[in-house]
């Protein structure tokens, strides 16, 4: 189970970073998830579907973790970091370089903030369906029926597509 479970940290680490809102605590509850996991392996039933059991584990233990702290809220960190432009050897191809990471910029910002608009479970359900779980495991996870997973869905998409209308053609 070990070696497969890990193949799931970056799906769970996307999830986690847009439920923390903040890449420090995402790690940390990635790795709180994968503790928690490898202490209940024992729970385990091989065989039934490992990635929709650990993306359940890391919600539930947001929730709990988002419980226990909401009346002691954390600000986020100094995420400022940004990449630099590999040398390119020619000034036209590094301008062009250059806008084009500018525009991808200013469209993976939009596509964050379309995404941290959502509700919790409207982000949870988006990132769970890009991480291509069915919507059958989505329930699992979310503990709930496939018809509200169905519902949120439809809803977020909807809301991600009001939200990002700026960038239709």
């Not at 070696?3 to 799931?8: I, N, P, S, V």
């Not at 702290?69 to 986020?76: I, L």
């Not at 390119?88 to 910029?105: C, P, V």
């Not at 869905?153 to 809301?159: D, H, I, Q």
Request: charged share 30%; hydrophobic share 40%; with cysteine.
């Amino acid at each position: 189970m070990g070696r497969e479970a890990l193949a799931y940290a970056d799906g769970l680490y996307n999830l986690a970073r847009y439920l923390t809102r903040n890449e420090s605590d995402a790690e940390d509850l990635v790795q709180e998830t994968y503790t928690r996991a490898f202490n209940a392996a024992a729970q385990f039933t091989p065989g039934t579907n490992l990635k929709a059991w650990l993306f359940r584990i890391l919600r539930n233990t947001f929730v709990s973790h988002y419980r226990r702290e909401r009346h002691n809220p954390v600000t986020g960190g100094l995420d400022t970091v940004t990449p630099s432009l590999p040398p390119a050897a020619d000034i036209g191809r590094q301008r062009d370089s250059i806008e084009l990471d500018r525009l991808r910029k200013a469209a993976s910002e939009d596509i964050e903030r379309a995404l941290m608009g959502l509700s919790e479970d409207g982000r949870t359900v988006i990132l769970l369906d890009l991480e291509g779980l069915t919507e059958a495991e989505t329930a699992q996870v979310l503990g709930c029926a496939v018809g509200t997973v169905k519902s949120r869905l439809s809803r977020a998409r909807a809301a991600l597509r009001q939200a990002l209308r700026d960038w239709e053609t």
